[in-house]
């Protein structure tokens, strides 16, 4: 069984009753612009960490990229339902994101409740520097500069029948934010998780910090593989090396017949994002790698090689994958590489936005095949 089979959003950002029944080992998502892709790797990657508070807001924070002086009450509120009333000016009244799943997972249902508020600052006598935070009653104008604005972060989960996680059926934490305050609680230890990995359509890391991944790609056996899938992108590609200067941090490094040995960044972003797709699978073994836009900064010719390196590394270390895609030439390419190997299970799903909710058509692999290489119908 693997860890999800299905999967149903009821509500979460503009996702509304979504259900991906009969998930695959490799589930590629497609779409529109604005049908919900993103959103579902989201709901996902939440799901996942299900009453990790900070988690949900990191989630929520990654949307915005670098932007600076996003609020992080703003980051987690554009996780719930929005009205088409309300304003990003005023307070949010309160909104829930719910979603369930069936699968070795064990969590049945997760909800979370989200709500701002208004409070003020009020010093004690004999101890100005100590604050009571006291929420404003109704009708009430705080003292200038005393205002403070706050939100209300709960989250609850109901387990399944899965013998490792232990204690007692449903489960609740909560965690406030403060805009105005940097967050100084102590993060629990989450017990219930599922490992997850989110990999942005723009996120390229670089030579460090892919080193000690590239190190343990190698323990795996997965070399041979990965110098393939980087002398598809450039012939001439002889090794790939984890240096370190002057006994510094390692390095990745590439050797080249023409340039020699070079940083593997002067290879371009192709090579990096291929290697990183890879290198992340073996980080959430047992678990979910969610990838946006995975044919990005990859040309179609090496998509196929790229994928069946990832199927690979997805079998070999249990991980489930969710990956979205603009490109009918990826689509291609990816079913390319699967139709050889049974072992993949690829499922494709088409998200359609409507008055509804959001509809998942679904296409097994086989199906799939058909569509596009017998009647050459076009499916994103």
Known sequence: MKQLESFRVEAFRGLKNLQLSGLGRINLLVGQNNAGKSSVLEALSCYCHPLDGFYWLETGLRRFGRTRGVSRIEAVKWLFPQESS??????????????RSEGAYGVQNCRAEFEEFEAIRKPRRGAAAREVVETLIEGSVPEAGLG?????????VRLGSNPTLA???SRSRQLTIWDDKTIIKRRPKDEILLPVETLSAHQIQGDTASAEKFSEFRRMGLYPEAIEILRELDKGVKEVLVLA?????GRLYVEHQRRGLTPLSAGGDGMR?????AMTVPAVRDGVLLVDEIESAL????????FRLLATACKEHNVQLFATTHSLEAVDAILQAALPDPQIDLVYYRLERGDQGTTAVRLDEPTLATVRNELGQEVR
Do not use: D, W
């Open 86 to 99: 309300s304003s990003p000016l005023q307070f949010y009244p309160g909104g829930v994101v719910e979603m």
């Open 273 to 277: 994002r291929a290697l990183q797709i």
């Open 245 to 249: 200067e002057n006994g510094g941090v």
């Open 148 to 156: 403070r604005r706050g939100g209300e972060l709960k989250l609850q």
């Open 167 to 169: 204690g007692p059926p």
């Open 299 to 306: 040309h179609t010719s090496a998509l196929a090689s790229v």
